[in-house]
C-alpha cells in the first residue's frame, strides 16, 4: 500500500463524504439558528478530513498514526453531536442514521489504517 495524495486514502475519501452528509444537514432550515451546534458538528467534520491530511503530509509515520487519532475522535464527536442535533429535533431519524453510520464508517477505516501502519512500523 503505497499512496503518495492523501486524496488517495479511502478514509480521507470517506471522511469528505462525511463531511457531505454533515453539510446537507446543516443547512436545514431547523438547523438554521443554533449557530453553535451547526458549528461545532460542521468543524467536527472537517477536522476528520483535515487530520488525515496533516497527518499524511507530516512525513513520519509516528506522526500520522497520532493525527489519525485526532481524525477517528472527530468522527465519534460528530456521532455524539448527530444525537444532539436529533435530539433538539434538527434532523429526523434517517438523516441522524445516514450520518452516524457513515461517521462511523470513518471511525472504523481510520482505526485498521492506524492499525496497519503500527504494525507496518514495528516490522521495520
Do not use: H
Request: with cysteine; aromatic share 14%.
Amino acid at each position: 500500500m503505497n499512496y503518495t495524495r492523501f486524496e488517495d486514502l479511502p478514509c480521507w475519501q470517506k471522511a469528505r463524504e462525511l463531511c457531505k452528509v454533515v453539510f446537507s444537514m446543516t443547512n436545514q432550515e431547523k438547523f438554521g439558528n443554533d449557530f453553535i451546534l451547526r458549528n461545532q458538528i460542521w468543524k467536527s467534520a472537517g477536522s476528520v478530513m483535515d487530520n488525515i491530511a496533516e497527518g499524511f503530509d507530516d512525513g513520519s509515520t509516528r506522526e500520522f498514526v497520532r493525527f489519525l487519532g485526532y481524525a477517528q475522535r472527530s468522527a465519534g464527536e460528530v456521532q455524539s453531536q448527530l444525537y444532539r442535533a436529533k435530539d433538539c429535533g434538527y434532523i429526523n431519524r434517517s438523516m441522524f442514521d445516514k450520518g452516524y453510520e457513515l461517521a462511523g464508517e470513518c471511525r472504523k477505516q481510520i482505526k485498521g489504517f492506524r492499525k496497519y501502519l503500527r504494525d507496518c512500523e514495528i516490522g521495520l
